[in-house]
């Protein structure tokens, strides 16, 4: 069955340092991949996409992510983090065999410390 | 152009009672998408409909749950006879028309509280 998994629940980094959320997929063929940023009490906020092509994609507020097949993964990255990063996120894979939901990993909750 | 709306934001019931959550996807699309959000977990896939028909069931729960997207109005997720283990966001989505694959729009969520 497709999963995807978001290996880390919780991370905390230091306000100006770098960061990687990890997500690694299981699926047969390429998929649609996703990350979403859910802050507290709020919907889900689409940062990055990537369907095909460039390997590396750019989203909002300064996330990148990279797409590598030989490792199924879709690590999400952002050089500098800022307090407002502070947030919930999402890796997604879709769609699946032809049905047009999203999978969604588990989350991984960020912490910044000041 | 506003985004997918849910009401209400936050609803409690009893055990027993019907909960009823609505969504009211962006204008112009006639795609609607229902997903589970339970504590402490990723969002799960629950039921996708266009205008009048569903398409895919295959998360619903077998019992007590249903959904419909009507011609006219938003869509309705309806549980009855609720249980504390209903307790949890419920987040609507929505895509326009497809085209190979599109990207759904999500709402701000139904937080429902069983007591």
């Known amino acids: 069955a497709q999963s995807v998994t978001q290996p880390d629940i919780h991370i905390t980094v230091s306000e100006g340092a770098s960061l990687e959320l990890r997500c690694n997929y299981s699926?047969?063929?390429?998929?649609?991949l996703f990350w979403y940023v859910q802050s507290p009490g709020q919907g889900l906020q689409l940062l990055l996409k990537?369907?095909?092509?460039?390997?590396l994609v750019q989203g909002i507020k300064g996330f990148e992510a990279e797409f590598k097949r030989s490792q199924s993964s879709f690590n999400l990255r952002k050089p500098s983090v800022h307090w407002s990063d502070a947030a919930e996120y999402f890796c997604?894979?879709?769609?699946?065999?032809?049905?047009?939901?999203?999978?969604f990993g588990q989350g991984t909750r960020l912490t910044i410390n000041p | 152009n506003a985004g997918v709306m849910q009401n209400p934001r936050h609803l409690v019931r009893r055990r027993g009672q019907e909960a009823r959550l609505r969504c009211s996807p962006m204008?112009?699309?006639?795609?609607v998408y229902w997903y589970r959000q339970l504590p402490e977990e990723g969002l799960k896939f629950m039921v996708y409909l266009q205008k009048e028909n569903i398409i895919d069931e295959s998360g619903m729960p077998k019992e007590r749950f249903s959904a419909e997207f009507p011609k006219e109005g938003p869509s309705i997720l309806r549980i009855q006879q609720v249980v504390r283990g209903d307790s949890a966001a419920y987040f609507c989505?929505?895509?326009?028309?497809?085209?190979?694959?599109?990207?759904?729009?999500f709402g701000p969520g139904t937080r429902l509280t069983v007591l």
């Open positions: 990537y369907f095909s092509g460039d390997t």
């Open positions: 699926y047969g063929a390429t998929p649609y």
């Open positions: 997604a894979v879709g769609p699946i065999q032809g049905a047009q939901k999203l999978v």
């Open positions: 989505a929505s895509s326009p028309a497809l085209a190979n694959y599109n990207e759904q729009f």
């Open positions: 204008k112009g699309h006639s795609h």
